[in-house]
């Protein structure tokens, strides 16, 4: 399983990089491959990061992703069109974010029309890892399904 992580990065919007390092973390730990391991990293991108080498990669790994994870707290274009783009290609989507901001998440996150987007609120890591652990078993239960 290929996974591709998103959260809001531009211009230095890097809040919630903890919440993104646990997502990480925990898919590492399911033996899910993270396609874009770098938004783990606090400093990315930094100031001489090639942005048009960086979006051909990121469109390379949209097109190959089995599922996209989303840290969707803080309203991110970025974010958006990174989901729609595994979206339109009939993949799962899970956005998460942070309950106590509930009141200022987009109704583009939380009342997706799409049965494939799933929005789940979390309020500590420990929630993390469980929403993430529950993701990744029913993908994985309905990828043995489909075969």
Known sequence: MKVFLSTAITRGRREYVEAVTRIAGVLDTLGVEILNKRVVDPSFPTPSVDRVQTMREVWKWLQEADALVAEATIS????????TAVQMRGKPVLLLYDAHFG????????HHPDPNVQARA???????EQIVRE??????????GRK
């Open 122 to 128: 979390y309020r500590d890591a420990n929630e993390i």
């Open 76 to 83: 991110s274009t970025g974010v958006g069109c990174e989901m």
């Open 103 to 110: 009141f200022r998440i987009s109704d583009w996150v939380i």
């Open 135 to 144: 993701f990744v078993s029913s993908f994985k239960a309905g990828a043995a």
